[in-house]
């Protein structure tokens, strides 16, 4: 029997992080540096309503205002973390040895198994825009690992395209994880399949609207849906942009 439900953009948490006060060794930029963050589950400081959704524990929609602004180095240990930018520039830093920087367009997955931290910066005056999932792996203590990619929207216009999981050419992860995204600028018809019916897909629309199993999706909408063969998915007219997160429930 399929299962679903459906989170407005309104109906998410909402936090705002300054750098002063008793953010100031965990939020960077201090004086003027803010963090705002819409998160779609409910994770120690991400708030909202509903519980994780499968291995997902995040799906933070984060936005760094102000030079400097971001997180400073803290730790992890046993979470797979991807991050994919829609607006301005990303500098991470990780005790891997890696300094990165991406813009929109790219995003990384880094997996904190036996440990490890992070730095997230915003250097620019621009904001700094950024889709943060993060999901419980299926082995612990995995050695810590770095990869990035590039998802190239003109080139992948109206397809479905994997991201992040075991199809050739994605960032591979080291479990039954998969993240898509659907770039299009007209009305289309798509059909998305899980791996099985035990698997679940939290759809995120970043921009414009999309109609998914029956449910109509605005901007920032989500939707998860699990326990079916297939889902259908149609784009408005416009220009539309979805995330689709699979996990096994």
């Known amino acids: 029997?399929?299962?679903?439900?459906?989170?407005?953009?309104?109906?998410?948490?909402?936090?705002?992080?300054?750098?002063?006060?008793p953010n100031a060794s965990y939020v960077a930029g201090h004086p003027d540096g803010v963090i705002t963050r819409h998160s779609s589950f409910n994770f120690h400081e991400y708030q909202s309503g509903r519980p994780g959704f499968g291995k997902i524990r995040v799906f933070g929609d984060e936005v760094f205002s102000g030079v400097g602004c971001g997180y400073n180095m803290?730790?992890?240990?046993?979470?797979?973390i991807m991050a994919f930018v829609l607006e301005g520039r990303l500098t991470h830093i990780n005790t891997m040895g890696k300094i990165d920087e991406l813009e929109p367009g790219d995003y990384y997955l880094a997996s904190f198994g036996s440990g490890g931290k992070h730095c997230?910066?915003?250097?620019?005056?621009?904001?700094?825009?950024v889709i943060y999932v993060w999901a419980l792996p299926d082995r612990l203590m995995l050695p810590p690992r770095y990869s990035r990619a590039h998802f190239d929207a003109a080139a992948a216009r109206n397809r479905l395209v994997t991201l992040i999981g075991a199809t050739p050419g994605a960032v591979p992860i080291p479990q039954d994880f998969r993240v898509s995204r659907l770039v299009g600028d007209r009305a289309q018809r798509h059909t998305y399949r899980p791996a099985s019916r035990a698997h679940g897909v939290y759809i995120f629309v970043v921009a414009g609207e999309i109609g998914c199993a029956g449910m109509e999706l605005g901007r920032r909408d989500s939707a998860?849906?699990?326990d079916v063969d297939e889902i259908i998915c149609e784009t408005g007219p416009g220009p539309s942009d979805v995330l689709f997160v699979e996990t096994i429930m």
């Open 1 to 21: 029997m399929a299962h679903s439900f459906v989170l407005r953009d309104a109906e998410r948490g909402h936090q705002t992080l300054v750098s002063t006060g």
């Open 224 to 226: 998860g849906v699990w």
């Open 74 to 80: 803290h730790p992890h240990h046993n979470f797979l």
């Open 120 to 129: 997230e910066l915003n250097l620019e005056a621009k904001d700094l825009n």
